[in-house]
């Protein structure tokens, strides 16, 4: 379906430009969970605050992205893809500032908290320009490639975090986050076109919200393929809230030998992706979800297995790449497949979904880490039930109802920005 003739000429050039704006929305996510990872030690001393207040500072970022596309969907639903972007990225490049001055830590975790709803406008937004533009296999491998960008930024935020650490103090690292998201202010104004014009916009206004969640809340289908996605994504994040401690603490990694772990694995959640989005014309899906989730699944088991049995360092790795790359499949697929039949409300959708996935998140994270540095279980256990968690959701809720077609690729295509 064309919409020409109804939205303002592109000004974005090609499809490269489009991925690697939506792929930097999606990214301030991540950027804004790790870039300060290096820098805990620092502040904790610096505000007087305890490991487990400084921890409370990333759980309050994760529910602000979580709870903070609830709100940017269906506004984005209503009045457009921009204008609600614009000014969330606002928020989050006011209180990336803000957090930088902070003179406690409690302020810092409400602003963290602030500067997730920001955040949250990205991510979500970004989800649903996808589905704007491309359905069923043509969505998945659109979300497969926003990954290679995405997939990236845990890999890179550590890293950047602590070469900033040699030049500047915590504070530096929030107002490279507000630069970032200044960045992002100019990029959206001047690069990214409206996807949702005004005759597609939901027309219920913002009464409508409830009653539109309630809708996607009883289709079972919708909610197998969100959880399956939350799930395999609280996985990965219970991953990354414990293995600091226990790579590091336990094992006895350098913090150089944990970074480059971090980075294989991050970087086998990349190539997942990748050939997802290469042959998912061909394979379908859902047969890569269902993959991926099993791989989710299989890579807990093998965490806890060689946590219990103290099969050493090698076992504990090898499990933790495959949890972390099976999020390459699990994500873009379960993306696709769940916005699908929900065209209409993306927004509302993709901001479910991303509900789901921040609260997991932030539930794992305690729960990964409780025993600090002197215990792998809780992140073993944690990481197996998610995973199992997921493809439970896929095979029980999920299940078959009419599947999106492999050749489901038709766009819905904007002039001129192909």
Sequence with gaps: MSTAGTTKPARLSGNVGLIIILGALTALGPLSNDAYLPSWP???????????????????????????????????????RRGPLLVGLLLYTVTSVLCAFAPSIWLLIVLRLLQGFGGATGIVIAAAIVRDRHVGAAAAKYFSMLLLVTGLAPVLAPVIGGQLLRFTTWPGIFIALAAAGGLMVVAVALGLRETLPPERRDAGGLKSILPTFGRLLSDRVFVGYGLACGFGFGAM???IAGSPFVLQEIHGLSPQAYSA???????????????????????????????????SAAGGLVVLAAVLADLGLVALLIGLFVVVASVGLIMPNSMALALNDHGAV?????????????????????????????????????????????????AVLARKRKDVPVDSAAPVALAGQD
């Design 42 to 80: 620092q502040l904790a001393a610096d505000l007087s605050a305890t490991p487990s207040a400084v921890q409370l500072s990333l759980t309050a970022c994760l529910v602000g992205l979580g709870v903070g596309q609830m709100i940017a969907g269906p506004l984005s639903d209503r009045f457009g």
């Design 237 to 239: 994040f219970a991953y």
């Design 261 to 295: 772990v971090f980075a294989v694995n991050a970087f086998g959640l990349v190539i997942a992706a990748q050939v997802s989005g290469r042959i998912v014309h061909r394979v379908n899906p859902r047969a890569l979800l269902g993959a991926g989730v099993a791989a």
């Design 346 to 394: 993306a927004g509302s959708a993709a901001a479910l979904i991303g509900l789901v996935q921040h609260l997991l998140g932030a539930v794992a994270a305690p729960f990964a880490g409780v025993a600090g540095a002197v215990n792998a279980l809780p992140m073993a256990v944690t990481i197996t039930v998610l995973g199992v968690a997921a493809l439970l959701s896929f």
